[in-house]
């Protein structure tokens, strides 16, 4: 008996919006070659995103509420 092996990835990145200072971030996840992205409702500047991390560069930096931090709440969802 094969047993197939089920890839899943789960990154972040940022909604490139030509004109604005802020971009939006979306999640992109991926199961078995097949991907969905939810656009979260948290937004941040270019310069203080860190590409290779996927996170804000700034570790102090709040989710658009300002109830928690946004690294935390990257973090909770990769996690999921």
């Known amino acids: ?3 197939t092996k089920t890839t899943e990835s ?3 990145y940022l909604k490139h919006c030509a004109g604005y200072v802020n971009h939006t971030i979306y999640l992109q996840f991926k199961f078995d070659g ?3 992205r939810y656009y979260l409702k ?3 500047e270019k310069s203080k995103w860190n590409n290779k991390k ?3 560069k700034d570790g102090n930096l709040k989710t658009a509420d300002g109830k928690h ?3 935390d ?3 909770n969802l990769a996690s999921l």
């Open 1 to 3: 008996m094969a047993t």
């Open 34 to 36: 097949r991907r969905f």
């Open 10 to 12: 789960v990154n972040f």
């Open 73 to 75: 709440l990257l973090n």
């Open 42 to 44: 948290q937004s941040i």
């Open 54 to 56: 996927q996170r804000a």
């Open 69 to 71: 931090g946004l690294n």
